[in-house]
């Protein structure tokens, strides 16, 4: 799992896969999803995919790749190796979503939440897959929200496949447990080689768990807050322990969109008839087109 | 020029999260 | 605050023969609206400048290592200082209407510094465009002269027509919202049009009256 391309570019999202398995395309298959670093305030979120012929399903319960929560950093690594090396008819694919990513989809103007963000990136590793020619027919997923409705949207944009979404089916399904695997140890190793791009000299990597409750975390975060631009890019901005210290750390920066926020909270929307009442400026000298236009005025004082 | 207000007047490690480009 | 982000020609900056000789910022009378504004008088007066700022919601600056609150940006652009000093010369012709030395006709106690476009040279070479001139021994004497300064300033729009066009700036009439700027001249867009905003541009810095007059010659 080579992830320089990540390394090299990680404010921006990344697709890693392996090499897709001939038997792959000629047999019908399953495919496992699994996700890492949901939780954590710091460091990228890893969606991972892992899908072999359904005749090789029980090659992975051998494997015991199941209860891959329970297993240590170096522990997955020797799974994820174990893995790799089954290139006959095993193949994965990971989408390493940045903290930046996840920062500004979660905090743009339209409303794009982490749900949202997760399920798109799901069905666009599945399409992947369709479109690298695996004979997709089961797709197992694991959850953390609403089974029911999740498997209703992934059924609706995928009615040729039979989709099982359920909470903990990487302890069901050995081929999620893979994916976990995957997901694991992408994250793991995207957040030891992290670059930060900006320059900030010896940065303390002291965080503690990277977990927003964790006071060494929550410390960490302020040290590393700077009053104008924030946090390194390190730092998932719309996790709300990190907008609760920007807020009292920070300098104000106030947005174009602002008084938009402001006025829709107020009492209510105005009258149309105040758009054509004459103003009580208008006597006042306007100045010429040509000023107005491009924002243009004159100086009284400094 | 920014896009944004910021209130503040005084340093700012500008060349640390800035790079220029053309 | 003690900084601003200006754009002016380079000159400005060079260095005065004398010292306080260099450029100077200072409030005089914006000969439209009466009321101060801000100017900028290049080394030895040579040249006036005015200065406009734009101004939008939500700006700051960065310059260099720092952080500039105001996110405003000056323009200083020349300007004829015989507009200035053309208010003065129309209100002395109201208040006495006679010949007077034009040392005694730019004088106003709230901007003190308006005595400064008195070594304007330039506008002081063209008085006559707006003046009658007597001359007793070697001194000059001078009375506002409508007909002769309305002349002046039908140049001065002409002048203006030829820049809008070659500016290719949109002078149609047609209504629309105040940031919308068009990229490209309506196709039926006339003379009068032209002729109307470089009017209501000079009105800019003439008296009210003087800029009704304008409009009917």
Redesign the interface.
Known sequence: MELEKFERNNWGSCRLSSLVPPLCRNQHCCLGIDEAGRGPVLGPMVYGICFCPLSNKQDLEELKVADSKTLSEAERERLFEKLDSLKEYLGWALQILSPNVISTSMQQRVKYNLNALSHDTAIALIQYALDSGVQLREVFVDTVGPAEKYQEKLKQRFPELEITVKPKADSLFPIVSAASICAKVARDRAVKSWKFLEDLGDVNLDYGSGYPNDPKTKEWLARNLDP?FGYPQFVRFSWSTAQTIVDSRA?PV???D??GDEKSSSKGSQSMLSFFARKKDDTK?Q???????????????? | ???????????????KY?TPTI | ?D??VLIARDSLLDLPKKPGDGAL?T?LR?P??G????FLFSSCAQQLFE????????????V????????R???ATPMDALFLILYYLIKAEKEQGKFQPVDQVVVDEAFPSSCILLQCTRAMQSLHHVTEEKEIGSKKFYKYNKEKTLKWLKKKVVQTVKALKSNN?CVGGSVHS????RSKQMLDVTEEDYTR?AH??I??YVPEELSADLLKY
Not at chain 3, 64 to 71: I, R, S
């Open positions: 104008v300098v106030r947005w174009d602002c008084d000298h100045p010429h087109r040509f000023f107005q236009e491009r924002k243009l005025e004159t100086v009284k004082d400094l | 020029l920014l896009p944004c207000e910021i209130q503040y007047d005084g340093h700012a490690a500008v060349d800035f | 605050p900084q601003w910022f409030r914006n439209s609206t009321e101060g504004a801000l200065i406009k700022v734009f101004k939008e919601d939500y700006h700051s600056w960065f260099g290592q720092t952080v500039q609150h105001d996110g940006l000056f323009f700036i105040a940031t919308f700027i905003y209501g541009l009105s800019e």
